[in-house]
């Protein structure tokens, strides 16, 4: 079974642009993850999409935002970027039952922001 | 949430055993504990959980307390390898929303 794919697995981007990662879930899970990692922050969530529906949220501005298709892809969404944005985007996918849930990652995406 | 301790870095001589210790002392009873490690800024890696009894799979074994407010992750016969960052996680209820600390860089020595 594939695993967890992201894409695009590099980017360089401007600030104030905006940016849009995909994250592709293991085959028949349905909830998908989000994180940000960061030399100075660690890995922090983000957010997790289950059946379209945003169900947890961490502490991000909102210009971090993100969505989920009815075939479980997500994509999230970074506007107005700034130079703190530079780091690896890691998403994690898992069945969606919460009951004994690993969820497994994704390889990331490095975004620089310049 | 219950939040873990981990010692910043350990050594371990290839072919030794590796145990990690991790600290959750506030943990709840229906709290489960995940280790997960990185390399190299690879996305983490699942490698066993565990409620209460001791686990084992291919990868490693999982050695919880009795009061749970501490377990151990033995790698049994590290290589090169398992040089990597390994986080212990407690699994906040039946929430997806894992908490990383900063986990304990494992160095796995020739």
């Known amino acids: 079974k594939a695993g967890v794919t992201q894409t695009p697995r590099y980017l360089i981007k401007t600030r104030g642009q905006q940016v849009t990662l995909s994250c592709s879930p293991i085959?028949?899970?349905?909830?998908v993850s989000w994180y940000q990692q960061t030399p100075g922050q660690g890995l922090q969530f983000l957010f997790e999409?289950?059946?379209?529906?945003?169900?947890n949220k961490g502490n991000f501005p909102g210009r971090f935002s993100g969505r989920q298709f009815s075939n479980s892809r997500s994509e999230m969404n970074v506007s107005t970027l700034e130079l703190g944005d530079s780091a690896l985007y890691l998403c994690?996918?898992?069945?969606?039952?919460?009951?004994?849930?690993?969820?497994?990652f994704g390889p990331g995406t490095r975004l620089l922001v310049l | 949430d219950a939040k873990t301790t981990q010692p910043p870095s350990m050594d371990c001589a290839e072919g030794r055993a590796a145990n990690l210790p991790c600290n959750h002392s506030?943990?709840?009873?229906?709290?489960?504990v995940y280790w997960y490690r990185q390399i190299h800024s690879q996305g983490p890696q699942y490698i066993i959980h565990?409620?209460?009894n001791n686990e084992t799979n291919e990868m490693a074994s999982l050695i919880i307390t009795e009061d749970r407010k501490s377990s151990t992750l033995i790698l049994p016969h590290a290589t090169l390898r398992d040089t990597a960052v390994y986080y212990c996680?407690?699994?906040?209820?039946?929430?997806?929303?894992?908490?990383f600390g900063t986990g304990t860089s494992l160095t796995v020595i020739p």
């Open positions: 994690a996918s898992s069945l969606g039952h919460r009951d004994q849930e690993t969820q497994y």
């Open positions: 085959s028949g899970h349905r909830s």
């Open positions: 565990g409620l209460k």
């Open positions: 506030t943990i709840s009873g229906n709290e489960y």
């Open positions: 996680i407690v699994r906040p209820g039946f929430s997806n929303q894992f908490y």
């Open positions: 999409y289950f059946s379209e529906t945003q169900r």
